[in-house]
């Protein structure tokens, strides 16, 4: 065993002539770095709450089956919405809006459901909006009911096929400076015509966190009809 005599000559030619406070100094720092990483390890966070991480996990994509159910729900929804206020739409395209001029009003519908949410957006020109509407009411207001209502076309046609939405109260945004472009392709709006000078622009949104399954035949008997009025 080295006496106390060699071990200071060690630790002087390791460290110099203070070479027992450097010695402490350095385990010191030694046992704060070790500390540190303890405690470190003891508030990771889990990464189950939402923590971002340079690779996320992949989210499952809609079934082909959910796709062409929810297009074809809001479409039929938005045509029988219109009709309900004697406006008859048609099927149109991107020329449909160019001829029509700007968009006054979007509507904005965020919807969820088990396993899902996504978004409803609802444009309309400002004739549209006026040969619709039935009551003395802002073009604005008039926007976010056309939306709101929609939405609730949309949400009972998905309920017969087993799936049960729901979502917050629409978002109004004008339109005077927003401009249809698409940046995916796939994700064009789904235009409607009902004169030179109306226009609707439909778009909805998607986004699966889990696989759905949907009912293989509509349940009809137990959910209302679209228009009812359901008293409480």
Known sequence: MASAADRRAQLHDQYGPCGE??????????????????????????????????????RPCPSPELEALLTSASASAAAELFSEYHVALEDGDIGAYQSAGELAFIGVVRYMAAG????????????????????????RDWAGELANQLFGRVKLKLLRRGLEMWSVAPAVVDGHHLVPAVSHP?????????????????????????????????VEETIPSEGDLILF
């Open 21 to 58: 406070k450097l010695k402490r100094a350095h385990l010191g720092r030694q046992g704060r770095r070790k500390r540190l990483k303890s405690l470190a390890r003891s508030v990771e966070p889990d990464c189950t709450v939402g923590l971002a991480t340079d690779a996320p996990p992949s």
């Open 116 to 139: 899902l949410s996504g978004t409803l957006v609802l444009g309309l020109t400002h004739e549209i909006l006026r040969r619709s509407n039935p009551c003395n009411t802002s073009d």
């Open 186 to 218: 796939g994700f064009d709006p789904h235009f409607f015509r009902a004169d030179v000078t109306d226009c609707v622009a439909l778009w909805i949104e998607i986004e699966v966190n889990s696989e759905i399954k949907l009912d293989p035949a509509p």
